[in-house]
């Protein structure tokens, strides 16, 4: 699959001219990245942003203690990284390859250039952005008046919302997630997931798939509002 094409599933560019894509096209760079590869460090700023192509990429942060707090997983089409006028992540926010991914770069000078001559853009940034502080707020407080329960079918339905589609009654995660990666973003630890995930496996609510999990989308929501 070529650049052009790649670029053209990045949501931000949804329904853009074909000439817009040309010059976008012209002004990036398409890099591969390998599993594992840290793509931004706080120490180490970086002024463009960054379009993920195909692959997985896990935000977090780091705790005072040093451990990591997952923030967010983007998949295919998902933009992040910032410039002075954008801040699609924070500066303490690291990001890391989960699988091989392919990324996309711009920096500042040519990104800024071309939103102000697109303000179709400028809005879909906007919606991005708000959408993430919505999400950031909506998984801060469950974490805070949930229960690990709880906190974990919360996330199982909104990564569901994100990846995944629908099957009759089942809705499926398409990422690549592990416990450890759930237990982070829920504040417990990756034992008391793994004894959780296989009690939602045994009440009918999960189950695993090829591509990683599916779950009973709607019973979740009516245990979530009870």
């Known amino acids: 699959m070529d650049k052009l094409t790649l670029l053209s599933h990045i949501n931000l560019f949804d329904e853009l001219p074909m000439e817009d894509m040309k010059l976008i096209d012209k002004n990036s760079i398409m890099t591969p990245v390998k599993k594992g590869t840290q793509i931004l460090i706080p120490e180490q700023p970086l002024d463009v942003l960054f379009f993920l192509k195909k692959g997985q990429v896990r935000l977090y942060r780091m705790t005072s203690q040093g451990k990591q707090f997952t ?12 410039t002075e006028s954008f801040m699609l992540t924070d500066k303490q ?116 798939t090829l591509f990683g999990y599916s779950i009973k989308a709607d019973e979740i929501k009516s245990i979530l509002i009870e």
């Open 71 to 82: 923030t967010d997983i983007l998949v295919d089409g998902n933009v992040f990284g910032e």
């Open 93 to 208: 926010t690291y990001a890391e390859a989960m699988t091989d991914c392919y990324l996309c770069t711009m920096d500042k000078g040519k990104f800024e250039s071309f939103v102000r001559s697109t303000p179709d853009v400028s809005f879909k940034l906007i919606q991005i952005l708000s959408n993430r502080l919505k999400e950031t707020y909506d998984l801060s407080e469950k974490i805070a008046l949930g229960d690990v329960r709880y906190r974990t079918l919360f996330l199982l339905l909104k990564m569901s919302e994100k990846s995944g589609t629908r099957d009759k009654e089942w809705q499926s995660i398409n990422m690549k997630i592990t416990h450890e990666d759930i237990a982070t973003m829920v504040g417990s630890s990756r034992e008391t997931i793994s004894l959780l995930m296989s009690k939602l496996k045994k009440e009918g609510l999960l189950k695993k």
